[in-house]
């Protein structure tokens, strides 16, 4: 029950400083426009509407993509530069416990991002969305920022052990967009990477929503990516330990 | 049972020099040192920048794993027993950071009352208790980013105590602070041992150590060098005398002459704005003054002045060695 309240006060807490942030802020509110932006003229010129519909959808998930994969590694930067994270390793709880509400916090603000560029969508492009199952659409944007939080947080435990891996957030942000099929078919994509594609809950989070919005069966799309969520959090779990030991035999938790 | 007991700790980092061709090199930050602390004792460890005090404090608090001997915090391996280290202590460094700025200083306290397992009854209760122990009592909705450095400290050791923890590890608690700050956070160190914790302080103000702590380790260079109570350290370099010459502009090779004579026990360049002053501790009964103008032929010399040593000389000889 600890544990529970534990993660659920972190999470407020951690969504709070988000909010609080201006500079954050205006990246987050901004960003993922400029995104729907990008996607929504060139989908325009196909002059297909189910494309546009398939693009905005697509639009939406990388904001919120985005807002995960690099703020999990800058968030790690920033406690570190805060002098924050020895005091919250140094702390009795499990740091799994400590480091999950930090990104479930993240990605919570995805489910801004995913509203903001449909409606930036619908006022400015004109793109008209119903939802077929307004149900099971909420239950896979859930899904969706639960399985990105999982996938964060694994980001994040490697990003504790190396002090310059936050890189890699930024790294990763791109790729996903087009391996987990945001704007374009995977079909369209190489053999070699379908696997890759499907280790990743993005892929099958976009497929929920897309499924859920335009008619189709999100739930087995929902399964796969709630199960490699909880896959990805099963395993940051399980290395966390090793990683904290290493850190702590190399001195890399403070900055110097 | 100690407190705090460490035997032969000790650390060293691997750092690397040059871009192409990477050269690994090994510094020692903490050459063997042993100590102990008894339940309800005040301890210092008093040093320089670099000297090995915030490393040693990071291995017992278990932040650094030691790459040699063993160190035990009430009992307890800080290796093998981490997690029930992690419980009975407290942990304040100095300066600003190690605060959410964003965040309000309550819900800072909050935070981490609920990462040290604060049951949740206990925690509104425990929270007030300790804003008004540390003087922040009516500024605890602002956020944090409009404290002073004061008030941030004050919240670092609220924070530290939030758990009630049996002993307290306070490094350079009062860096940066003005002198009535620093002296708020001193009186609220000194009411600590009254209610029964037990303190391991680090600092580098030696007057500092003399009024809080028991018992003072003086650690230079990774090794402790002096461990006794504070008046043991006085007695220890009470004699002799301190020849101060002001001198503009003085040779590093001037000044290893100067601590080559015969009866000079240490020697140090001050800078003071556009001079420096080299400071002379000489032993009892010697007259070196002559001697030491002597070797500053070539310098501008100014003002000389011969005075007893006070305890800043015993910690300056100390560390110099």
Known sequence: MSSVRLVAVSWLLQFKMIMRSPFDGFGNVIYPLFFATVAFLVFRAGDSPRTLIYASFGAAVMGMWSSVSTSAGSAMQRERWWGTLELLVAAPRHFSLILLPSTLGLATVGIYNLAATLLWGRFLFGVHLTIAH???????????????????????????????????????????????????????????????????????????????????????????????????????????????????LRGTLSLT | ?????????????????????????????????????????????????????????????????????????????????????????????????????????????????????????????????????????????????GYSRGMKQRLHVARGLLHDPQVLFLDEPTIGLDPVGAREVRATIASLTAAGKTVLLTTHYMFEADALCDRIAVISKGSIVAEGTPLDLKRGVAQGSVVEVEVYGIAAEAVERVRGLNGVVAVAVEEREQAQVLVVQTETEVELTQAILGHLKGADVGRISRREPTLEDAYVALVAE
């Open chain 1, 134 to 248: 307004p149900l099971l659409f909420a239950l896979a944007i859930v899904g969706t920022v639960v399985s990105f939080g999982g996938l964060g947080f694994l980001f994040a435990v490697s990003f504790v052990r190396f002090r310059a891996a936050w890189v890699l957030g930024n790294f990763f942000e791109y790729p996903v967009w087009l391996i987990c099929g945001f704007l374009v078919p995977i079909a369209f994509l190489p053999g070699w990477v379908h696997p890759i594609s499907w280790a990743l809950a993005p892929t099958w989070g976009m497929n929920a929503i897309r499924e859920s919005a335009l008619g189709g069966s999100p739930l087995p799309d929902l399964g796969a990516c709630l199960g490699l969520g909880l896959g990805y959090v099963t395993l940051g779990v399980l290395v966390t330990d090793r990683v904290l030991r290493a850190a702590r």
């Open chain 2, 1 to 145: 049972m100690a407190a705090i007991e460490a035997e032969g700790l000790r650390r060293t980092y691997k750092t690397h020099t040059g871009t192409l061709r990477r050269r690994a090199k090994e510094i020692e930050a903490v050459r063997g040192i042993a100590f102990a602390v008894e339940p309800g004792e005040l301890f210092g460890l008093l040093g320089p920048n670099g000297a090995g005090k915030t490393t040693t404090i990071k291995m017992l608090i278990t932040l650094l794993i030691p790459t040699g001997g063993t160190a035990r915090v009430l009992g307890l391996d800080v290796v093998r027993e981490a997690r029930e280290v992690r419980k009975r202590i407290g942990y304040v460094f100095g300066g600003e950071r190690g605060v959410y700025e964003r965040l309000s200083g309550y819900d800072n306290l909050r935070y981490f009352a609920e990462l040290y397992g604060v049951p949740a009854r206990e925690q509104k209760r425990r929270i007030e208790e300790l804003l008004e122990l540390v003087g922040l009592k009516g500024r605890e909705h602002e956020r944090a980013e």
